[in-house]
């Protein structure tokens, strides 16, 4: 069994409702996501000076979500209305980075 072969088993446990994942509504389905607003708030400080980027960073499995969002893509959480600022995919985990177009 090869490194990567591990992870993903271990993606799993991961997102698990007993242990780190929650269920959310994203575009009318319900996922089991990890919601990580701490490393929303470190990721605006090392790569945004600072910068609130975003307003909810969520990691999902890529399997589980499909094809990966692109910036800009229009995405119900929960049922408000957001936009993608950021996708990222690792070993088979998108990290999403959503924000909300709150007009002038």
């Known amino acids: 069994m090869s490194f990567k072969d591990i992870i993903q088993s271990d993606l ?11 269920t959310h509504t994203i575009d009318g389905r319900s ?7 701490d490393r929303l708030q470190q990721r605006s400080k090392k790569e ?8 909810i960073l969520f990691y999902v499995k890529a399997s589980d979500f499909g094809e990966r969002p692109e ?18 995919e690792d070993d088979g985990v ?9 007009g002038i």
Request: with cysteine; hydrophobic share 40%; charged share 25%.
């Open 12 to 22: 799993n446990v991961f997102f698990n409702l007993d242990e780190f994942a929650e």
């Open 71 to 88: 910036q800009g893509t229009p995405m119900v959480f929960d049922g408000r209305q957001m936009y993608v600022f950021d996708c990222r």
């Open 94 to 102: 998108y990290e999403i980075i959503l924000q909300q177009n709150r």
């Open 31 to 37: 996922l089991n996501v990890i919601v990580d607003n």
């Open 48 to 55: 945004y000076d600072g910068i609130s980027v975003g307003e």
